[in-house]
């Protein structure tokens, strides 16, 4: 008996470390394998000398599946369509020769914990040369803490939260604006428009991006002299915001602008027509730009503007290996068969931003490249790619898309990306 | 002479929202002595166990225990000062062995204090050994049959030492034999010096141990006395078995 | 007694483990054998960061599970909310450390005094209620407290938050953290056993076969209960106060997850409840079941489903755990799986 | 204008009561009657509300008209899935059915995850989002509709259980299962019938929510919450004592969301915790199964 229970617990134990050693994820590309780390240093170091094999591995936890999972596909594919690009043209230049680009993903599956060990696991057993980030500001959060630890670089494109780099971060680098700015143009936008508008009311999913762009929104409307008249939370994950609607609608501002994401922005809109609520404009931080708000809410999606961190219709020029916006959307439809969401372009961005300072440096050195890409000034088919000391892309403007009345997405904002009007005011419920 | 009271309630009374399961019960329970409480089902015969030991809170009157106002005292305090019970639906501790069961009594009992775990556990051997289960010392609670749970429920309040014992109904559901065996029990732990009362259907349990018999119909007194006293008594009868099979009983004994 | 007396009847004086029961010596070797593995483990040449990371996770859940399991297994109230108390004390631990500056130390212990006190307090009052009742007033007090936390901006940081300053030297945090949710396990099982040789220890199991026999054979039932309902909060607090410091941030959304109380509960279920080494084991095996999930499913959001059938097989035919099957109580057969459906079926 | 806000708040209330009352009556009769909490209730809900959603989308099945389908169709798997999972150990501790029907909604969430995607969803029939307004007060038609519906269908429950010869085993097995038996009522069957009952009538306000609120998934965790919660102020097993809970409930909903949008949930909870601390049988309520 006691013979049975040795071996059923050594058995335990050997299954407890096979299991590890494979990892504590699913790598959808290049099959983890176990290196002695003589030769992963000498991987790392800056190639020396040509005819070797040069590769540069970006790793990355992704919410491939979980409540992010639609968002994380997006992010894959941004980082992916990339990595084909770049090796079809070589790779990255390093110094006089050029390195394939290899990638490394797992699931994380939208949780923090997992998406911290996964990156531990990228680091200390994959060994790879640079990071990318998950999506989301928690989970970026949590990344991020691990990336400084062991002073590898980490690019990000999917956490707009300012107190990820309110740390004194060294290693840490976002290419999207910093939440606060999300709402900015809209608020641009519409005072342009009619510059009679006076009061906002802004709902908030109770998030830690949801409030900085609620707090950043309202900062700049009280600047532009709007009046603040309702700003409260809802719970995240709320199924029912009936009545912060009812007590907005008895403040009948002029402007509503939500900040939260996508299902949010949903109920929001729904339960505002079950209501009754119609002020001029309606603004979101994230949820009209997507094509699943125009399939959730059919009609009644028109006229609602969202912010976009990158609309397809931008007017940028770069001699990046995407070049227009306009190019990377016909390469990414040729994939994927749809107009590329923000989430893909940022995300292809951070790569662009990796490649561009590793060209600089003429390295692959983790602090070389650091250095390099504190030191970025760069114009790419996403826009400005220059970070401040935090590590964050204020540089760059955001844009509003307006759902039309056609059941297209248009940008509208900035004025000279423009492809339509912004169509102004919004109609009333009980007026169509 | 007068004998030593060891319990006594006061007016003890017990009401469920508008029903009153025990009203204003005067009892008293001389030490040394075996005393039955019998009554129909329903009388509150187990209610009234429940409110002297602190299971139910009691809804008014008073309870004394060799002197000393225990009203109201939480059911692990009249356990420690001497007063142990059996449940009418046995209450094993499932998971425990028997000797283990036994120990818990013996543990935080009457004198329960003084008595480490281990101390407990060694002590309890002559209580198994009293109520016949030392064979069944390390089987596991859930193993036994009906008969030895009930003697198990004895054994655990007997390990607690107490002074006073309430038995509920450790008889129903046993056959003739053993029957007679837990009488024969009941008389031996009477024999310690432990003060019992005995509540059982089994009127031949009541006759042949008992020494004085209290009745409960409706939750009041009816009648006490000697059993002999009591199972003549006509309104005992008559709130046992119903008035049909009184005016029958009394017809026939007319005939007779 | 007489020396006769004692020859014919030895006795047994922890007993109220299920895994002990008559093989003590090997069971202990084996667990001394892998406690000495863990606790060497860091020196271990093939110890990276991910692979502390990962037993970190698993000796915090396994501090969690182990005190679960005094008031789930030993005392059987089924407490659906000890995520509550891991919430507390990482947000006591860090709050300590940010708002009076203390040191890790001193804060850990103030989180986990505060997930204590938090505990007696509700303790008292809903620990009088029953079964459905109580698991359900723990979910709901567990819930509540993860959204005040998430909405009290002044006093938690709210949505946003606290941030937490790095383990200084920053290349020994791995093996720190290591360590702490280790010492915090070992610590945990001793705890048990200790616990068991005393009287609480039978007063626990007493009130879970029968809580009415408990109190009226001088158990002072309330104070059991609301003890092993503060030693579980103790557990928990401490293992939040550590998490808390190891990830740097305190967010109320990851602490007050009802899945950690899930993760709790399972561990200790597959290990056994009511059972010294059930819930560390319970941790390991929870944690293998997970990963062997992730790997070997080509599809990714299945896992999440079959664990769930890996509940439910385990609900249906053995949800005492494996542990039973371990220590050679019963004999792994399709009958011995049956037993439980024959029992509880209708 | 504050006086909108609570006009509204009434009304808002009083019509989300009806829905509730609907989520929770089917909850309590599997809790009232087999003694189980069915954690998975609000999965059940969920695919009741996405079999409209598809019935809508794939065929155009106006959402009204599927209510009998989705109830008929989940009446068959709840029938099933007790009959066959949960009668197996309906009788064990409270600890395994309580993880069991825990592990049952991670299931079916996670497979509708993956058969239909995470995404939120609504059905958009011509008339979602009309109403006509009562002086200030805005009254959504399909709001009212639900309202209407489901007290119907808990008045027909109420006769179902108080009228029917089925109705009166079920509520038997309830009180006494030893009698009930005695009595010739099938148990097994009837406990598979209360639960296809309880899974039935979760559907049902799984199609109503679908018409005014957005759906996915996991939408059907906060409903089981919430249908415990009004079980413990209604006091379980009485109709009557369901829809007062329901009714309390949404008043403390709607107006802890217009004070304390961000702890709507946390007020409701601790409003439990408090009920079940000073009166463990509910407001309303005697527990027909002790």
Request: overall charge neutral; hydrophobic content about 50%.
């Amino acid at each position: 008996m006691s013979k049975r229970l040795l071996i059923l617990l050594a058995l335990l134990l050997i299954a407890a470390m096979a299991l590890a050693a494979c990892g504590g994820g699913k790598a959808t590309q290049a099959p983890a394998q176990e290196k002695p780390a003589a030769e992963q240093k000498t991987e790392q170091a800056a190639p020396s000398g040509g005819g070797e094999e040069c590769k540069v591995v970006f790793g990355a936890a992704v919410s491939l599946t979980g409540k992010y999972a639609k968002e994380g596909e997006y992010v894959k594919n941004g980082y992916e369509l990339y990595v084909e690009e770049i090796n079809k043209a070589g790779g990255i230049p390093v110094g006089d020769k050029k390195c394939k680009v290899e990638l490394k993903i797992y699931d994380d599956e939208s949780n923090a914990d997992r998406s911290a060990q996964l990156v531990e696991k990228l680091i200390t057993e994959d060994k790879v040369t640079f990071l990318l980030g998950p999506y989301g500001s928690g989970n970026t959060f949590a990344t991020t803490a691990i990336a400084e630890k062991y002073k590898v670089p980490m690019v990000e494109a999917n956490g707009a939260a300012t107190k990820i780099f309110n740390r004194g971060f060294k290693y840490s680098f976002a290419v999207l604006s910093p939440a606060p700015n999300y709402l900015r143009g809209i608020i641009d936008m519409a005072l342009d428009k009619d510059p009679n508008l006076k009061t906002v009311a802004i709902v908030i999913e109770n998030g830690a991006f949801a409030l900085e762009v609620a707090q950043g929104a309202k900062d700049y409307a009280e600047e532009k002299g709007l009046e603040v008249v309702y700003f409260d939370k809802y719970a995240k994950a709320a199924k029912d915001v009936s009545s912060l609607i009812t007590a907005m609608k008895s403040k009948n501002p002029d402007i509503v602008l939500g900040a939260g994401h996508l299902q949010d922005t949903i109920l929001v809109m729904k339960q505002s027509k079950d209501l009754g609520l119609s002020p001029k404009v309606f603004g979101f931080s994230v949820g009209p730009t997507s094509p699943e708000f125009r399939k959730a809410l059919g009609k009644d999606a028109d006229y609602v503007v969202g912010a976009a961190q990158w609309t397809p219709e931008l007017k940028y020029q770069s001699d990046d290996i995407f070049g227009t916006p306009q190019h990377f959307t016909e390469l990414y439809k040729a994939k994927y068969g749809e107009i590329p969401p923000y989430q893909a372009a940022e995300s292809a961005a951070a790569l662009i931003a990796y490649q561009k300072a590793i060209e600089a440096a003429g390295s692959l050195d983790k602090d070389k490249v650091r250095d390099a890409l504190a030191a970025l000034d760069y114009d790419s088919f996403y826009g400005k790619l220059k970070f401040n000391e935090q590590g964050m892309n204020v540089y760059k403007p955001m844009a509003v898309m307006q759902n039309y009345t056609d059941g297209n997405l248009y940008t509208v904002w900035p004025k000279e990306a423009a492809v339509k009007e912004f169509l102004y005011p919004f109609v009333p419920w009980d007026q169509r | 002479m007068e004998r030593e009271v060891i319990l006594e309630t006061q007016n003890a009374t017990k009401h469920f929202g508008g029903l009153a399961a025990v009203e204003k019960v005067n009892m008293k329970i001389y030490k040394g002595e075996i005393l039955g409480l019998i009554g129909p089902n329903g009388a509150g015969k187990t209610t009234f166990v429940n409110i002297i030991t602190g299971m139910l809170p009691i809804t008014a009157g008073k309870v004394y225990f060799k002197g000393q106002d225990i009203t109201g005292w939480p059911a692990y305090k009249v356990g420690r000062l001497g007063i142990a019970r059996t449940f009418q639906i046995v209450k094993p501790f499932r998971g425990m062995t028997v000797r283990e069961n036994v120990a818990v009594g013996a543990m935080f009992g009457h004198g329960g204090h003084k008595r480490s775990p281990r101390e407990a556990l060694e002590h309890v051997d002559e209580i198994i050994e009293f109520v016949g289960m030392a064979h069944l010392r390390d089987k596991h609670a859930d193993q036994l049959t009906l008969p030895y749970l009930k003697r198990l429920e004895l054994a655990k309040a007997l390990a607690m030492d107490p002074e006073l014992l309430f038995l509920d109904e450790v008889m129903a559901g046993l056959n003739t034999k053993e029957i007679e065996s837990a009488m024969e029990l009941v008389r031996r732990i009477n024999e310690r010096g432990i003060t019992i009362l005995v509540i059982e259907h089994v009127m031949k349990a009541i006759v042949g141990v008992t020494q004085r018999v209290f009745v409960l119909n409706f939750g009041q007194e009816l009648a006490q006395g000697t059993p002999h006293e009591v199972l003549n008594n006509p309104e005992v009868i008559q709130a046992y078995l119903g008035e049909k099979f009184v005016e029958r009983f009394f017809r026939q004994q007319k005939a007779a | 007694m007489s020396d006769k007396e004692k020859k014919k009847a030895p006795i047994r004086y922890s007993p109220l483990d299920g895994l002990f029961k008559g093989r003590q010596g090997v069971l202990l070797g084996l667990f001394a054998l892998f406690a000495l593995f863990l606790a060497i483990f860091p020196l271990l040449p093939f110890a990276s960061g991910f692979w502390l990371n990962t037993l970190t996770l698993i000796l915090l859940l396994a501090a969690m599970a182990i005190g679960w399991n005094f008031i789930g297994g030993y005392t059987g109230y089924a407490a659906f909310g000890n995520v509550a108390f891991f919430g507390i004390g990482a947000y006591g631990t860090g709050l300590s450390m940010i708002r009076l500056g203390l040191g890790f130390f001193p804060s850990l212990m103030i989180g986990a005094v505060a997930a204590m006190v938090f505990a007696i307090l509700i303790g008292l009052p809903i620990l009088r209620l029953k079964g459905h009742y109580f698991a359900i007033a723990t979910v709901a007090i567990a819930t509540a407290m993860g959204e005040i936390a998430d909405s009290w901006t002044s006093f938690t940081g709210g949505a946003a938050g606290i941030t937490l300053p790095f383990f200084s030297p920053i290349e020994w945090s791995g093996q720190f953290f290591y360590y702490m949710a280790f010492l915090l396990a070992m610590g945990g099982l001793l705890l048990t056993w200790f616990i068991l040789n005393r009287k609480m220890g039978y007063s626990w199991v007493a009130i879970r076969e029968d809580e009415d026999a408990a109190n009226m054979m001088g158990i002072n039932t309330t104070w059991a209960k609301v003890m092993a309902f503060a030693l579980s909060a103790l557990m928990a607090g401490l293992a939040g106060g550590i998490y808390a410091y190891w990830k740097t941030f305190v967010l109320a959304e990851e602490v007050f997850k009802i899945e950690y109380t899930l993760q709790m509960i399972l561990a200790a279920v597959l290990g056994g409840t009511g059972t010294i080494f059930g819930p560390f084991i319970g941790a390991f095996i929870y944690y293998i079941l997970i990963t062997l999930l992730v790997f070997f499913l080509p599809v990714g959001q299945l896992h999440a489903t079959i664990l769930g059938v890996i509940i439910i097989l385990v609900m249906v035919f053995t949800p005492k755990g494996l542990m039973d099957f371990l220590s050679g109580k019963k004999k792994l057969s399709v009958n011995a799986l049956l037993e439980n459906i024959r029992t509880y079926r209708v | 204008m504050e006086s909108l806000q609570f006009t509204q708040g009434i009304v808002n209330a009083i019509l989300l009561s009806g829905t509730l009352t609907l989520v929770a009556i089917g909850f309590s009769i599997v809790w009232g009657i087999l003694n189980i909490i069915n954690l998975a209730h609000g999965a059940f809900l969920m695919v009741g509300a996405y079999i409209t959603y598809w019935l809508f989308t794939l065929y155009g099945v106006d959402p009204f008209l599927s209510l009998p389908i989705s109830m008929a169709i989940m009446f068959l798997v709840g029938y099933a899935v007790q009959r066959y999972l949960i009668n197996l150990v309906i009788r064990a501790p409270l600890l395994v059915t309580f993880l069991l029907t825990f592990a049952m909604e991670i299931v079916i969430i996670n497979l509708a995850t993956f058969f239909w995607k995470g995404d939120l969803r609504s059905v958009t029939p011509d008339y979602a989002g009309l109403g006509f307004t009562l002086g200030n007060v805005q009254i959504p038609y399909v709001r009212l509709a639900a309202f209407i519906i489901s007290l119907i269908l808990t008045g027909l429950l109420h006769v179902f259980m108080t009228y029917t010869k089925t109705g009166n085993a079920i509520r038997a097995t309830g009180m006494d299962i030893d009698a009930a038996r005695l009595q010739g009522v099938r148990i097994p069957q009837t406990y598979a019938l209360t639960y296809a009952l309880g899974t039935a009538l979760a559907a049902g306000a799984g199609t109503l929510i679908s018409i005014s609120f957005p759906i996915d998934p996991t939408m059907g965790g906060a409903y089981t919450l919430r249908a415990f919660v009004i079980c413990v102020l209604g006091g379980l097993g009485s109709i009557p004592g369901v829809m007062l809970g329901a009714l309390l409930f949404s008043f403390i909903e709607v107006f802890s969301g217009i004070w304390f949008p961000s702890l709507k949930d946390a007020i409701a909870l601790l409003v439990l915790v408090l009920v079940l601390i000073v009166r463990p049988s509910g407001i309303a309520g005697k527990a027909f199964y002790h």
